[in-house]
């Protein structure tokens, strides 16, 4: 069928102006309304680590007799996003020295955490927000507090003993995850013991530090 408005070269630019307003003015209203999930599903998710604050309670028994006293970090993923195949590794430790500066604590290898609860099939696994990483332990056995790795080397040395201060930087290793950066947490012991955690958090002091 014959058309003199589009046989004017004016008629196909008036076509094509008015499609290219439709579709800008369609991506606007997507932007306005799910504007901040797109930039973040295009970003991919961003894993942050906290502590996980357990006021209350006393300390867990354990079946050989001792008690012990568990810190335990969360996973901070925005908005409803998950990050597969995830792990947590230290990957490196400073302890504090008597005039108060850090040194290196020698590794030989990266040390993963267990997932809480404990799993010891769960190397790696698929986080949402929220969800317990174990950054070690406190037993009254003389060990002083230990990583919560699923491995301890020998002649690992970073323990935190009475009267010390270490600090284990973290790293989150998953698929699809913006890294981070450090994640680092300091501990700190005096030495002194108490069942009920209320009492035990003035003792075993817990502060996540921000990287230098």
């Not at 970003?43 to 680590?49: D, F, M, N, S, Y």
């Not at 604050?53 to 993923?77: C, T």
């Not at 699809?176 to 030495?191: K, R, Y």
Request: glycine residues 10%; neutral net charge.
């Amino acid at each position: 069928m014959y058309c003199p408005a589009l046989n004017q070269p004016s008629g196909w630019w008036q076509i094509g102006i008015a499609g290219v307003s439709a579709a800008i003015s369609f991506v606007i209203c997507i932007l306005a309304i799910w504007g901040t999930r797109i930039r973040a599903w295009a970003a991919g998710p961003k894993l942050r680590i906290e502590r996980h604050d357990v006021e209350g309670g006393e300390a867990l028994a354990l079946g050989d007799g001792s008690k012990a006293v568990f810190v335990l970090l969360k996973i901070r993923l925005r908005l409803e996003l998950s990050a597969k195949n995830c792990r947590i590794e230290i990957r490196r430790i400073e302890k504090r020295g008597p005039v108060g500066g850090f040194t290196d604590v020698p590794m030989f290898n990266h040390l993963q955490l267990f997932w809480s609860p404990a799993d010891d099939r769960a190397w790696e696994k698929t986080v949402c927000d929220g969800d317990i990483i174990e950054l070690g332990r406190l037993v009254n056995d003389g060990e002083g507090f230990r990583p919560g790795s699923r491995w301890t080397p020998i002649g690992f040395s970073g323990n935190v003993k009475p009267n010390e201060t270490i600090r284990y930087h973290l790293r989150a290793i998953a698929e699809d995850v913006l890294p981070s950066g450090w994640e680092i947490f300091e501990v700190s012991w005096d030495g002194q013991w108490d069942d009920h955690l209320q009492e035990m958090w003035k003792h075993l002091q817990v502060r996540k530090v921000e990287p230098p």
